[in-house]
Structures are given as C-alpha cells and as structure tokens.
C-alpha cells in the first residue's frame, strides 16, 4: 500500500510566523501535490512537484512556497502566517504515468492565531 | 461555471437502499475519472477510478458518459459505514490537474 506521512496532524502557530509543513511519500512517485481544503471550496492545489527540485504553481501559491530537495519528500512553506491560512492542508502523490489516481497523507489541521 | 460540479446533498437514504450520485464536468478534454471518498476530519481515500465502459466494484458501479459530460456513482445495498462524502475528481489531457468536485454527502440511516 502507498503510504503518504504528513509530519503533524495538528499544528497551531501565530501571525508572522514561518511554518513548515512536510510530507513524506515510500512508493518512488515522481509528482507530489499540496493542496489545501476549506468548507464550501473543496480542495484547491496550491503547488505541485514533477521531480526533485521542481514545481510548479497550482491555483493558490500566494503566501506558500516548497522544496523537494529528495524525491519522497515534499515540503510546504508558509513564509509568514495569516489567519487566512488557517485550514486543512493535504499532501498527495501519484506516479507520472497517466490516468494514475493520487494518493492522500492523513493532512495537517493548521490554525494561525 | 465550475469545471467540475456535484450536488452537494445531504442524500438522507435507509439503509439498503440504493443511491446514485451524478458530477458533470466542464471539458471536454479530461481524460482520467476517479470517484473518492472522504469521511469527516479525514483525507480522502480512493473509492474507483471511471473506465469508460463502466466499472463495478462489489456495490459500488462507476459510469462515463463522454457525450453528456458526467460520471455517475451508484451504491447499492447501503450500509451505515457508507456514510461520508463522496468526491468527484477529474484530470484533464495532457496536464497534471486534477480537478475536485466540493462533494456530495451521503447519510445512511438505520
């Protein structure tokens, strides 16, 4: 079975605040994705990982950037937090080949104060 | 319009009933079809994947309809653990998007 790690499953952080949140894949899948997940709004991609160091942005990369500096590992910065931030996050990866479904890490519940 | 829309319910059904949810899809180039499921406070999980001729998975039936742009789920003999929230994905030709429905709610009831 695929297993994706998200590191924290809550987190609370304040304002101005740098937060990291990392994932970690064990299948060898070169894309790995960031999305963010908020009622009403389903989720929304906020970057996503072809390979080691690359991305690219996704629908809302304001105020986030990654690294994928190692291929099992995909981490999601949030440069200085806001209460606008506050959310699920989930972390998902999947292989290059086509039609593959993408597989989900349990997500982070951030709160910024 | 969104590219990808579900009704959001709740579909209030007793248990062993059947239920069908419908999610119709904006373009017409997508390629890939999944149907997940995500129950409250978890991420989601994958139920199928769509196959244009249709697959069956013990209860669960997923449908492709290319001309009328949807995909359907059909949950037959509902039980109480079939409760959650199913989702709706869909991935264009070409690119790495996939797009997510906000998701119908499915309540089964005793």
């Known amino acids: 079975d695929v297993k994706v790690t998200q590191s924290s499953r809550y987190l609370v952080k304040r304002t101005g605040e740098k937060v990291f949140l990392e994932c970690v894949q064990d299948m060898d899948h070169e894309n790995m994705f960031w999305y963010r997940q908020d009622p009403g709004l389903g989720l929304r991609l906020i970057y996503f990982?072809?390979?080691?160091?690359?991305?690219e942005k996704g629908d809302i990369p304001e105020g986030y950037s990654v690294s994928r500096e190692k291929k099992e590992r995909f981490s999601l910065i949030l440069e200085s937090a806001s209460t606008n931030q506050t959310s699920m996050y989930l972390c998902a990866s999947n292989t290059g080949t086509a039609n593959q479904p993408q597989h989900f890490g349990d997500g982070t519940r951030l709160s910024i104060l | 319009r969104k590219e990808v829309e579900q009704d959001p319910g709740p579909f209030n059904v007793p248990e062993g009933a059947t239920v069908a949810f419908n999610c119709t899809y904006s373009n017409s180039a997508s390629q890939s079809f999944f149907w997940y499921r995500q129950d409250c406070r978890k991420e989601p999980k994958l139920l199928m994947s769509v196959y244009s001729s249709g697959n069956e998975d013990g209860r669960f039936t997923a449908q492709l309809n290319r001309a009328s742009q949807y995909i359907s789920l059909l949950i037959r003999d509902s039980k109480l653990s079939d409760s959650a929230t199913y989702l709706c994905?869909?991935?264009?030709?070409?690119?790495?998007?996939?797009?997510f429905g906000t998701g119908t709610r499915l309540k089964v009831l005793a």
């Open positions: 994905v869909v991935r264009d030709s070409g690119t790495y998007k996939y797009i």
């Open positions: 990982s072809y390979d080691v160091k690359m991305k």
